[in-house]
């Protein structure tokens, strides 16, 4: 069974670019979260989807970032106008969150490098 | 609100040694708690969870950590380390029953030397 598939796994974008990173679950889980890690940090929550809808979105920052996850195809998170401050590594997350079955299933992450 | 404590952001041991990563919570919830392993520039692996029932909880490479409510704690161990243990520990709490969304702490590097 395939894992949590990111891409790409290394973004390198200059100030002002957009930036798009790709996320697609587990086969059948239909809830995806997205988290931020910054060096020497741990990862910080940034949004939970479910399909067509943003249960959560607590942790994002309110100007340049999205997060969308469609009925067809991957999540997007996408980050406009890029930063240096921006660069981390993106991960993400799906669960079934059905009861039972709590555990989140990671991906590999994509690292974004902002120059 | 949900948090997380990991006491010691490095942690070395001699290999055969006995590993002891130490996590303190607060949750105004009875608390769902995780134990993850990050290998450098991959994702994270899930060690363990406890969600109800036993408090001493087994996960894989020979893992365990135990709930104590009265000590608000989930510490990680495992009694002889192997080099191949080396590598980033995150405990995380699930922040409510409405939501999956862990919160992380700040992880803890272990080091093993031969």
């Known amino acids: 069974n395939a894992g949590v598939m990111q891409n790409p796994r290394h973004l390198v974008r200059r100030r002002g670019q957009e930036a798009r990173l790709r996320c697609s679950p587990v086969?059948?889980?239909?809830?995806v979260y997205w988290y931020r890690q910054l060096p020497e940090e741990g990862l910080k929550f940034m949004v939970y989807?479910?399909?067509?809808?943003?249960?959560?979105e607590s942790g994002m920052p309110k100007e340049r970032f999205s997060a969308e996850f469609p009925k067809e195809g991957p999540s997007i998170l996408r980050i406009q106008q890029v930063v240096r401050g921006d660069s981390a590594a993106y991960f993400c997350a799906s669960s079934q969150n059905v009861a039972g079955e709590e555990t989140q299933y990671f991906g590999p992450g994509t690292r974004l490098l902002v120059l | 609100a949900q948090s997380v404590t990991q006491l010691g952001s490095h942690v070395s041991v001699s290999e055969g040694a006995l590993v002891l990563l130490r996590c303190n919570y607060s949750?105004?919830?009875?608390?769902?708690l995780f134990w993850y392993v990050q290998y450098p520039n991959q994702g994270l692996q899930l060690l363990l969870k406890y969600t109800t029932g036993a408090t001493l909880v087994k996960g894989i490479n020979g893992f365990e950590a135990e709930f104590k409510k009265s000590e608000t704690s989930f510490h990680l161990t495992k009694p002889s380390a192997h080099m191949s243990d080396a590598a980033e520990y995150f405990c995380?709490?699930?922040?409510?029953?409405?939501?999956?969304?862990?919160?992380f702490g700040t992880g803890t590097r272990l080091q093993v030397f031969p």
């Open positions: 949750s105004s919830v009875p608390p769902y």
């Open positions: 989807l479910q399909k067509e809808n943003i249960i959560d």
């Open positions: 086969k059948g889980h239909s809830h």
């Open positions: 995380a709490v699930r922040s409510s029953y409405n939501t999956d969304k862990l919160i």
